[in-house]
């Protein structure tokens, strides 16, 4: 074991060198790069000086030899240069102004006898024609290629950019570039665990080759947006003090054909140069996706790309050193081939941390903050259900700014409570104007919500209610916190959110014998869950238990399933529809009854939230216990007192 050791460490040192002799080349070059920049500009200014000097002269006039003779007669003209073929000089005018005169030279045996006997001074010169024809020709075509020249550095980056279409434009990272480690990442310790045995086969490959194992040649981050993949990547490429090769899927395809197999070729040949290191794929699916999926471009320059990667993880061998780490949130649509063992063979989920890894992801984002004593970080990840990583660096900030422009010196729990309103409904118009009976219809729509929310037994409870407009359209909300993290609903659950979603719109029902618009999202939010229970989760005692969703949503993308053929008759959309009001409907009713039984509770809640546009979650169970307790005969599904 120590000469494997000695080996490792042998091997580790030789790539660190040949990676400070690569980063000390590239800042050679990029001086050499602005040098020839300046050499450019300067050639470019000369150009033009002598482009100036010899063709864009000032205005010369041309007399004919026999005139140009009877002016050295009268002693009109000096200053001669004499060259073989025309004779420049200085001319007299009429009226005493002089100007400079043009002639072209003859024969002329007696020119410079004529000359001495009027005295004029004059020389001969020289005319170089081949420096002419370079000043006539060459110039002008080096000017174009020197522009050419610029545009393409404007373009690629080199002035062989044209040429380097098919070299990889991964970044590369030292071995001591990526200072990033395990302790700054939180909230998903089963993903660190499993990214564990990478780091040690890295660092003791022998170890693994001794006892016949071998390492997988790729792993497959998976996750929801900003989970923390990429940090995962970055961590481990940090912890186990190797190269780390970053490329994002989109950066393989080019709109010329073969230039993504050809990256895909360089990306592995530069690796293997310096194994053992990290390839890490951002985005995998920009390049991973399903061939055959577009039926008018089955041959495409992606699916090229794709099958150039697939050809290279089957060529390389683990004993190399190069471990593959791919990201993505759309693992739904990746290649089969790409998964299969072999490849891909390790998927690790980073999923969305629960209420104790908030908590571990909060404490690596405080670290540069300064916090008040007030601050209870347990307090804050109860509030948050539902946050990322990035969601929660982004409240820290919110937070840490929302301090500083009021000028505190730490940042305090108040400041946390405003950032989390902020994040979750947007920014706060106060200065938005509302005329009464709208704000009266707000007040008594977030009311409806909040009952609901209450008296039902599954719901979770209250934490604030406000009528101050946020965002781009909300007018209000009711905000809900709850009390553990849960992973299953039941039927009656899902009952109970419904009853909550339409609680806005009934309660305005019942006070303005009116209806507006203000409940579109809630309605739209409740035909979404009627729909799932009928054609996903197989809820409807008429259809039975089955499911119709053909269609499958993304795993960690809230976005609509693409649209697709249907697995049922149109009889049966017609049950289904049917089936969908019904639940609507029969929720409707319930959540009427119970609104107008209340009718005085909601009445003074709603005042009370006009008086003071926010009320938390305690004051609204305090209002609640003020205004007596509920009937023992309550009906199933609501919550007692």
């Known amino acids: 074991m120590r000469k494997t050791r000695g ?23 990029e001086k050499k790069t602005r040098g020839f920049t300046l050499l450019y500009f300067i050639i470019a200014f000369i150009a033009i000086v002598v482009i100036n000097s010899y063709f864009f002269k000032a205005e010369v006039k041309t007399v004919q030899y026999s005139e140009f003779k009877e002016l050295i007669t009268k002693g009109k003209v000096s200053d001669l240069v004499i060259n073989t073929e025309t004779i420049q000089g200085t001319l007299t005018l009429e009226d005493g102004k002089k100007t400079k005169f043009l002639t072209s030279r003859v024969e002329d045996p007696d020119l410079v006898k004529d000359l001495q006997k009027s005295n004029i001074k004059f020389t001969g010169q020289y005319e170089n024609k081949f420096i002419k024809a370079i000043i006539a020709w060459v110039l002008p075509f080096a000017i174009i290629i020197l522009i050419w020249n610029l545009l393409m550095r404007k373009m690629g980056g080199a002035p062989s950019s044209v040429l380097n279409f098919g070299k990889s434009r991964g970044k590369i990272y030292g071995e001591d570039e990526i200072k990033i480690t395990f302790d700054d990442v939180a909230g998903v310790d089963e993903a660190k665990e499993e990214l564990k045995e990478i780091i040690e086969y890295l660092e003791y490959p022998q170890k693994f080759l001794d006892i016949g194992g071998k390492i997988p040649k790729g792993i497959l981050l998976v996750g929801p947006p900003g989970t923390g993949k990429t940090l995962l990547a970055k961590a481990v490429a940090g912890e186990a003090k190797v190269p780390f090769f970053s490329m994002s899927g989109s950066d393989f395809v080019e709109m010329f054909v073969g230039v993504g197999a050809s990256r895909v ?6 690796a293997q140069e310096k194994s053992p290191c990290i390839i890490f794929i951002d985005e995998l699916d920009a390049l991973g996706k399903a061939r055959g999926m577009n039926p008018l471009s089955s041959h495409d320059e992606r699916e090229q790309t ?13 004993k190399t050193g190069v471990i593959i780490v791919g990201a993505t949130n759309r693992p739904e649509i990746l290649d089969p081939a790409l998964l299969r063992p072999g490849r891909f063979d390790r998927h690790i989920l980073v999923d969305r941390p629960d209420i104790k890894g908030r ?10 903050v300064k916090m008040a004593r007030n601050v209870d970080l347990k307090v804050i990840a109860a509030r948050t259900p539902g946050f990322v990583g990035a969601d929660l660096a982004n409240l820290v900030n919110e937070a840490a700014l929302l301090s500083a422009r009021k000028g505190r ?27 009464k009976r709208e704000k009266e219809i707000v ?12 008296f039902l037994v599954t719901t979770d409870p209250v934490h604030k209610i406000s009528i101050i407009p946020r965002g781009i359209a909300a007018l209000g909300y009711t905000l809900q916190l709850p009390t553990e993290d849960r992973y299953l609903m039941t039927r009656q659950e899902l009952l109970d959110r419904l009853c909550v979603l339409l ?3 009934v309660a305005e029902e019942i006070v303005f014998e009116e209806i507006s618009t203000g409940a579109q999202n809630d309605l739209a939010r409740a035909t979404d869950i009627a729909k799932s229970m009928v054609k996903e989760y197989g809820m409807s005692e008429k259809l039975g238990h089955m499911t119709f969703e053909k269609e499958r949503r993304p795993l960690f993308l809230d976005i609509a399933p693409s649209l697709g053929g249907k697995d049922y008759s149109e009889a049966t959309a017609k049950e289904i529809d049917g089936e969908v009001k019904r639940i609507i409907e029969e929720s409707y009713t319930r ?3 119970l609104l107008t039984e209340k009718r005085a509770v909601m009445e003074r809640v709603a005042r009370t939230l006009l008086d003071k546009e926010s009320i938390d979650g305690e004051e609204l169970r305090t209002l609640l216990k003020e205004n007596g307790k509920k009937d023992e005969t309550n009906e199933p599904g609501e919550k007692a007192d």
Do not use: C
Request: no cysteine; glycine share 10%; charged share 40%.
């Open 503 to 505: 609680g806005g719109r």
């Open 306 to 318: 794709l099958n150039q990667l697939l050809s290279e993880m089957d060529g390389f061998d683990t």
């Open 591 to 593: 959540v009427k009854n």
């Open 265 to 270: 070729r360089d990306l592995f040949a530069q």
């Open 359 to 368: 908590e571990e992801i909060l404490k690596v984002h405080v670290r540069g």
């Open 409 to 435: 010196t730490s940042v305090g729990m108040e400041e946390f409570e405003e950032a989390i309103d902020r994040v979750v409904a947007g920014l706060e118009k106060k200065k938005r104007v509302m005329s």
């Open 7 to 29: 080996k490792t460490i042998k091997e580790k040192g030789k790539s660190k060198d040949i990676f400070l002799e690569i980063k000390g080349k590239n800042k050679d070059k």
């Open 443 to 454: 007040a008594y729509h977030e009311t409806g919500h909040a009952l609901m929310a209450e």
